[in-house]
């Protein structure tokens, strides 16, 4: 159900470019994004930070579309949501005993503190990629085809990141109940 929330702009702006051009797409992300963060706001009494960065993001980039009416501008944004996330991965590296990725999913897995670091590193690689390829797209392709990247190829890259992160844990955690078990039958 959050990333149902967490992409519901998305959403409404795909539908919305579908049926009422670029334009106006922008402004109903607008909308849409500062609804989603007074939702949250009141449902759960605090503020979520990336909530909070796409609403800037939406306002200055979707603003300056609507104002000099170029969607040159809007197309930019899901880049910086890509790239100020890649920093947030690696300064938590940087400035923190444990990195985000560690932070985000320590309770239901249990790793050496070089798998967490790798993992942190693979995702903030992924989101400067994919921040490239989102502008890759935007210059080389139609605005149509980079709506359906935004929604479709954005989702699906992450889902396939996700698969390949969830194999490559999958062998660690192998690796790693094969040496409880021999410890365990020389004892």
Same mark, same amino acid.
């Given at each position: 159900?959050?990333? !149902?929330?967490? !992409? @519901?702009?998305?959403? %409404?702006?795909?539908?919305?470019?579908?049926?009422?051009? =670029?334009?106006?797409?922008?402004? =109903? /992300?607008?909308?849409?994004? &500062?609804?989603?963060?007074? #939702?949250?706001?009141?449902? +759960?009494?605090?503020?979520?930070?990336? +909530? &909070?960065?796409? *609403?800037?993001?939406? #306002? %200055?980039?979707?603003? /300056?579309?609507? @104002?000099?009416?170029?969607?040159? !501008?809007?197309?930019?944004?899901?880049?910086?949501?890509?790239?100020?996330?890649?920093?947030? !991965?690696?300064?938590?590296?940087?400035?923190?005993?444990?990195? &985000?990725?560690?932070?985000?999913?320590?309770?239901? %897995?249990?790793?050496?503190?070089?798998?967490?670091?790798?993992?942190?590193? /693979?995702?903030?690689?992924?989101?400067?990629?994919?921040?490239?390829?989102?502008?890759?797209?935007?210059?080389?392709?139609?605005?149509?085809?980079?709506?359906? @990247?935004? *929604? #479709?190829?954005?989702?699906?890259?992450?889902?396939?990141?996700?698969?390949?992160?969830? %194999?490559? *844990?999958?062998? +660690?955690?192998?690796?790693?109940?094969?040496?409880?078990? /021999?410890?365990?039958?020389?004892?």
């Amino acid at each position: 159900m959050k990333l !149902f929330f967490d !992409f @519901f702009p998305i959403f %409404i702006f795909f539908i919305s470019y579908k049926l009422f051009g =670029i334009y106006y797409a922008t402004a =109903i /992300a607008m909308a849409t994004s &500062l609804a989603q963060v007074i #939702f949250y706001r009141v449902k +759960h009494q605090r503020y979520e930070k990336m +909530h &909070l960065i796409s *609403l800037g993001l939406i #306002f %200055i980039l979707g603003g /300056a579309t609507l @104002f000099f009416h170029n969607p040159w !501008f809007i197309k930019w944004k899901p880049t910086g949501i890509y790239w100020l996330t890649s920093l947030v !991965f690696l300064g938590s590296s940087l400035v923190s005993s444990k990195p &985000l990725i560690q932070r985000m999913m320590d309770g239901n %897995i249990n790793l050496p503190k070089k798998i967490w670091y790798r993992l942190n590193y /693979a995702w903030a690689l992924f989101f400067v990629v994919m921040g490239g390829v989102n502008l890759y797209v935007a210059y080389y392709y139609s605005t149509d085809v980079w709506v359906n @990247f935004k *929604l #479709f190829g954005g989702a699906g890259f992450t889902l396939i990141f996700v698969f390949m992160q969830a %194999i490559y *844990l999958t062998r +660690h955690l192998i690796e790693k109940d094969i040496e409880r078990q /021999a410890s365990s039958d020389s004892r």
